[in-house]
């Protein structure tokens, strides 16, 4: 498979207009953490929310897609910025294509990460089909690319920073930083969002 680097897939990486992510075990480790009363947690990398805001701000449009339905995924969303939440949906693929329909894009133009079998056919079919390395081996085979980092750990903060590197923005992001000023200063394109501090 085509590493992060390759020439492969920068050509791919140029071409994404929309991130789609599973939520456990790509946004979170995968484990679900329960109180007494049975109400559920889940635990978020602010390094990941923060990248998919710069990503956002570079004209990049992002999406969950999870099998389970949880208002803390909402209200994580709703804090980045994230316009497209589906969940409760174990059939991603038919998820996924529903929404494409609805941005009107193609299969190339969609970079899909996911860590287990509901998320297979997508892998497969995405320009960009992304795994982690807490999936099973089945998983990675059918992806482009494997994350180093682990679901949960920043995984999501190594994709947005490839893609912000294809698609040309990153020196200006570590520029910018550099001076001490804010993206919101400086967007990335017309889109404009509040960097996370964490």
């Not at 791919?12 to 679900?32: F, M, P, Y």
């Not at 529903?98 to 997508?122: I, K, R, S, T």
């Not at 994350?147 to 570590?174: H, K, N, S």
């Amino acid at each position: 498979m085509p590493s992060a680097t390759s020439d492969g897939f920068s050509v791919r990486a140029q071409k994404i207009e929309l991130l789609a992510l599973d939520v456990d075990g790509v946004l979170t480790d995968g484990r679900l953490y329960f109180h007494a009363d049975g109400s559920e947690i889940k635990t978020f990398h602010t390094q990941d929310g923060h990248r998919l805001k710069l990503l956002q701000q570079s004209g990049i449009k992002i999406a969950l897609i999870t099998g389970r339905e949880s208002p803390m995924v909402t209200r994580r969303a709703v804090a980045l910025g994230i316009e497209h939440i589906i969940q409760g949906r174990d059939d991603k693929l038919a998820a996924l294509q529903e929404l494409m329909n609805q941005l009107g894009l193609d299969f190339f133009q969609v970079a899909y990460c996911g860590d287990d079998l509901p998320d297979l056919a997508a892998i497969h079919l995405a320009g960009l089909g992304i795994s982690v390395p807490n999936a099973p081996p089945y998983i990675q085979d059918a992806a482009d690319w494997v994350t180093q980092t682990p679901g949960g750990f920043g995984a999501v903060r190594e994709i947005c920073d490839r893609l912000l590197e294809a698609r040309g923005c990153w020196e200006r992001v570590v520029e910018t930083f550099l001076q001490g000023a804010s993206l919101s200063d400086h967007p990335l394109s017309d889109h404009s969002s509040a960097d996370e501090q964490g």
